[in-house]
């Protein structure tokens, strides 16, 4: 069994920074791979970044240079730093770990980015 518990987000101004964190507890493989996906209303589920142990990242088009998805291994932890935040980039934010063929994802994080 895979917990995935989320924190972070919440409400900014346009061209503001927030931070997304996830720790990942239970029977945690030594290898995975962990990412943060997003939903806006009336959207499909996209992938934002995901991270593998070795550091290894993939990023979403729309979020590159502005977002960085890191990790710790050893606190099996998961962050996102989202930098210069547009109203687009609202949604609700879910951090997500593959692990032996399976998937795990978390309750998500709300990202409202208004003025």
């Known amino acids: 069994q895979v917990q995935l518990v989320e924190s972070g987000g919440g ?38 970044a ?3 142990p070795d550091g290894g990242t993939v990023y979403g088009e729309s979020v590159k240079g502005r977002f960085t998805i890191s990790r710790d291994n050893a606190q099996n932890t ?19 770990l593959w692990q032996l063929a399976k998937g795990y994802l978390g309750q998500g994080r709300q990202v409202t980015v208004s003025s």
């Open 50 to 52: 995901s991270i593998i």
């Open 78 to 96: 998961v962050y996102l730093q989202m930098n210069a935040l547009k109203p687009e980039d609202t949604a609700v934010y879910y951090c997500h």
């Open 11 to 48: 409400l900014v101004q346009p061209g503001g920074s927030l931070r997304l964190s996830c720790v990942a507890s239970g029977s945690i493989a030594s290898f995975n791979a962990m990412a943060w996906y997003r939903q806006a209303p009336g959207k499909e589920r996209e992938l934002v």
